[in-house]
């Protein structure tokens, strides 16, 4: 079963809740993620520029925050019946997000999940090396790029020789093994902060205002949104309509305004308010990488200074249909944002889904959530295995 939004979500520090006192967790999660529910908040956007390549400058690394250990989730039913309802609902939930997964990789599967399966099928004898240089083809192509094909082949291979493997359908499971162990990262966000403060960064058109909004839905607790890319009109505009949506209290200015003055004021608001979560979005002009860190370290000394050890999460949004650009923007991000952790977005329109895997083999921090398309309920918790096998199944 794939993991739901109530186990994505720490509250460590915090006692677990009593049965049925959950009340503020998003128990209308299939109802929020119902087809139709979703918004089509029209934008005008500025098409994603390329990585700025160059690298002039000191970076100050900022400290990753600190996360606590294994806490339990909260409330966790305790009478049978409570058990099996949760179960039944959680089963439902995901048998959903399952069908919207697969449908949501349908490019990606059909591009190269042929391929592989017409490989497989032919598969015989791990010593065929023509075999492994096809394998290793068609996963370049679908975009796992060169260095983790390399190391994923290298360990399937190896692996399909000492255990003598002679089936495609062997194989196959092979390989959706080593690519969940390779996807397989902790990922839960920390809530146990009061408040506690998500950084949305992330290049324009990425998906990191839609993807904030989707996000106040499942967020357990009272959200505020603070409008921080005051670059664009249309970027303050979109939040306060997922303000109106979700009933979350955006804070916002005119635009043109200092954004790490926008980040000021929504965190004292959020204190004064007892809030309990607060996104933050960004603008994300790529101008030049100076620049970038120069906005983004203003945001976060700011918030810092108010709320010492703020932000607590970093999200990265990435565009899965920009492929290898999407992985150089990840590590260029985790270079000068603190990244803590991706959204991977727009899996849906492209066939390029490959990419997680680089991403989660050469970037050093995990990708906590996914994106399928533009509905709420296309946002979800990564769950490695979950996708190895949407993207490397034969279904
Ligand atoms: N198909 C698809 N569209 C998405 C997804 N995530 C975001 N979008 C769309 O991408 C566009 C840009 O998103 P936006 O949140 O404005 O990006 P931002 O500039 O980073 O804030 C919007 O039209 C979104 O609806 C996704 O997973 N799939
Ligand atoms: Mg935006």
Redesign the pocket.
């Known amino acids: 079963m794939g993991r739901s939004w109530r186990n994505f979500f720490r509250r460590s520090g915090q006692e677990p809740e009593k049965p049925g006192a959950a009340t503020d967790q998003p128990e209308n999660e299939t109802e929020a993620a119902e087809e139709g529910a979703g918004p089509s ?1 029209a ?1 005008t ?1 500025e098409t994603a520029p390329s990585p700025v390549a160059e690298d002039n400058g000191e970076v100050d690394i900022p400290e990753s925050p600190v996360t606590d250990e294994d806490v339990p989730p909260a409330g966790a039913p305790a009478t049978a019946e409570e058990v099996q309802a949760a179960a039944d609902a959680a089963t439902e939930q995901s048998a959903g997000w399952v069908r919207r997964l697969r449908q949501g990789l349908r490019r990606s599967r059909e591009s190269f999940v042929g391929q592989l399966n017409a490989a497989m099928a032919e598969f015989k004898d791990a010593e065929d090396e023509e075999f492994w240089e096809r394998v290793e083809e068609i996963l370049i192509t679908s975009d796992v790029g060169v260095q983790t094909t390399a190391k994923l082949v290298a360990e399937l291979e190896q692996e399909a020789l000492e255990r003598n493997i002679t089936s495609g359908k062997e194989l196959r499971e092979l390989m959706i093994q080593h690519a969940t162990r390779m996807l397989d990262k902790p990922i839960e966000m920390d809530l146990s902060h009061k408040p506690t403060v998500v950084l949305m960064v ?10 904030i909004g989707k996000l106040v839905s499942f967020l357990p607790g009272k959200i505020m949104l603070a409008a921080g ?1 005051t670059f664009r009109a249309a ?1 303050i505009e ?1 939040l306060q309509t997922w303000g109106e949506r979700t009933g979350a209290k955006v804070i916002a200015r005119e635009r043109g305004a200092d954004s790490a003055s926008v980040a000021h004021e929504a965190v004292e608001e959020a204190k004064r308010d007892g809030a309990d979560v607060l996104l933050i ?1 960004t603008a ?1 002009r790529l101008h030049t990488k100076v620049n970038l860190m120069a906005e983004l370290d203003k945001v976060r000394r700011v918030i810092d200074r108010q709320l010492p050890g703020a932000p607590h999460e970093v999200l990265l ?1 990435v565009d899965a249909t920009t492929g290898q650009n999407g992985l150089r923007q990840a590590k260029l991000f985790q270079d000068v944002a603190g990244v803590t952790g991706i959204i991977l ?5 492209t066939a390029k889904g490959g990419i997680a895997l680089a991403i989660a083999s050469e970037v050093g921090v995990p990708i906590k959530m996914i ?4 509905q709420i309920g ?1 946002l979800h918790p990564f769950e490695a295995r979950e996708f190895a096998e949407a993207l490397f199944g034969d279904l």
Do not use: F, I, R, Y
């Open positions: 908040v934008t956007l992330g290049v324009n058109g990425t998906g990191k205002t839609t993807n890319d970027a979109q979005d994300g949004t977005t727009k899996l849906d329109g994106s399928v398309g533009e296309d």
